[in-house]
């Protein structure tokens, strides 16, 4: 059996806000497996377990940019978050979206060699990120920038430095803002039901089936609770069935409220920074014991 580290009790607890001795209780269940550790949390104690799981450890800054009608939304990640505060680090950032949405770039090396000055270093961007960081002592790296699609309207919304969206639409500008808004709140995975990942459905789909196995219910109805759970998940992740979050009477849909305003959504993207980046986590008590062991021993 694998050994379970405190650190990975901790890992299981920052993803999903459960209770350390039930992170610890299904890291063993899952020999210590992560992904699988969670998927058993959400098993027994519903979506309290994935409230989390949007959670990041990497550092860095999203910023979005509006040049004439093209938009764009980038990432660039840095060490710590000491740095995310920097002028320096942060004129990058936003020098660089200008730049993609001027030059129409969706690729970070075709990004890195646009020309800029700052700081005293350049003629590139890539020239400036090595210069800052020699300067500032520490690493960072160009992760993703996305361009809307040529000939539609984009509209774009940043929550602070950590989560940035852009929508492309069609129709009413407030509208559209106001949708990104609602994507960065809310966090949906697809722009419709149709639109969730397969992947994302067959997992979601394996939890129902393991939480209504549970139940000791007939088969048909057992078939029954996963469809509804399945269908259930997919209006609470796409966006156009998600309830808006600036709805008066709390109930109007995304949907209703885009009809009212004859606007379409084409498409949205989401940015959370450090999203997907798995970031090292030091276990500094076994740190500590491995400096005195080592020191015992010279």
């Given at each position: 059996?694998?050994?379970?580290?405190?650190?990975?009790?901790?890992?299981?607890?920052?993803?999903?806000?459960?209770?350390?001795?039930?992170?610890?209780?299904?890291?063993?269940?899952?020999?210590?497996?992560?992904?699988?550790?969670?998927?058993?949390?959400?098993?027994?104690?519903?979506?309290?377990?994935?409230?989390?799981?949007?959670?990041?450890?990497?550092?860095?800054?999203?910023?979005?940019?509006?040049?004439?009608?093209?938009?764009?939304?980038?990432?660039?990640?840095?060490?710590?978050?000491?740095?995310?505060?920097?002028?320096?680090?942060?004129?990058?950032?936003?020098?660089?979206?200008?730049?993609?949405?001027?030059?129409?770039?969706?690729?970070?090396?075709?990004?890195?060699?646009?020309?800029?000055?700052?700081?005293?270093?350049?003629?590139?961007?890539?020239?400036?990120?090595?210069?800052?960081?020699?300067?500032?002592?520490?690493?960072?790296?160009?992760?993703?920038?996305?361009?809307?699609?040529?000939?539609?309207?984009?509209?774009?919304?940043?929550?602070?430095?950590?989560?940035?969206?852009?929508?492309?639409?069609?129709?009413?500008?407030?509208?559209?803002?106001?949708?990104?808004?609602?994507?960065?709140?809310?966090?949906?995975?697809?722009?419709?039901?149709?639109?969730?990942?397969?992947?994302?459905?067959?997992?979601?789909?394996?939890?129902?089936?393991?939480?209504?196995?549970?139940?000791?219910?007939?088969?048909?109805?057992?078939?029954?609770?996963?469809?509804?759970?399945?269908?259930?998940?997919?209006?609470?992740?796409?966006?156009?069935?998600?309830?808006?979050v600036k709805a008066a009477d709390g109930k109007q849909?995304?949907?209703?409220?885009?009809?009212?305003?004859?606007?379409?959504?084409?498409?949205?993207?989401?940015?959370?920074?450090?999203?997907?980046?798995?970031?090292?986590?030091?276990?500094?008590?076994?740190?500590?014991?491995?400096?005195?062991?080592?020191?015992?021993?010279?």
């Open positions: 059996m694998a050994a379970i580290t405190a650190s990975m009790v901790a890992e299981l607890r920052a993803r999903t806000d459960a209770p350390m001795m039930e992170c610890k209780k299904a890291l063993v269940e899952a020999e210590g497996d992560l992904v699988r550790g969670e998927e058993i949390l959400r098993v027994k104690l519903g979506n309290k377990a994935g409230k989390a799981s949007s959670r990041v450890t990497a550092e860095g800054v999203v910023s979005a940019a509006v040049v004439g009608s093209t938009g764009a939304l980038l990432e660039v990640n840095c060490e710590t978050d000491f740095v995310t505060k920097n002028d320096a680090f942060l004129a990058l950032v936003n020098a660089c979206a200008v730049l993609a949405a001027e030059h129409g770039v969706s690729d970070v090396a075709a990004l890195a060699a646009l020309p800029l000055s700052q700081e005293g270093f350049g003629p590139t961007v890539e020239d400036v990120r090595r210069g800052l960081i020699g300067k500032i002592g520490e690493n960072m790296t160009l992760r993703r920038v996305k361009l809307s699609t040529a000939g539609n309207k984009v509209a774009s919304y940043l929550h602070g430095t950590r989560i940035g969206v852009l929508v492309e639409y069609d129709g009413d500008e407030v509208a559209a803002k106001d949708v990104a808004m609602h994507v960065a709140a809310m966090k949906p995975a697809a722009l419709s039901s149709a639109d969730v990942s397969a992947e994302l459905v067959e997992k979601e789909r394996k939890i129902a089936a393991e939480k209504a196995a549970e139940s000791g219910k007939p088969a048909d109805i057992v078939a029954k609770m996963v469809e509804g759970s399945v269908q259930k998940f997919l209006k609470e992740v796409s966006l156009l069935d998600q309830v808006f849909t995304v949907a209703a409220m885009l009809k009212e305003k004859a606007t379409t959504i084409k498409s949205f993207t989401l940015y959370v920074v450090g999203e997907g980046i798995e970031k090292k986590v030091d276990d500094f008590a076994a740190e500590v014991a491995a400096q005195v062991a080592a020191a015992k021993g010279q």
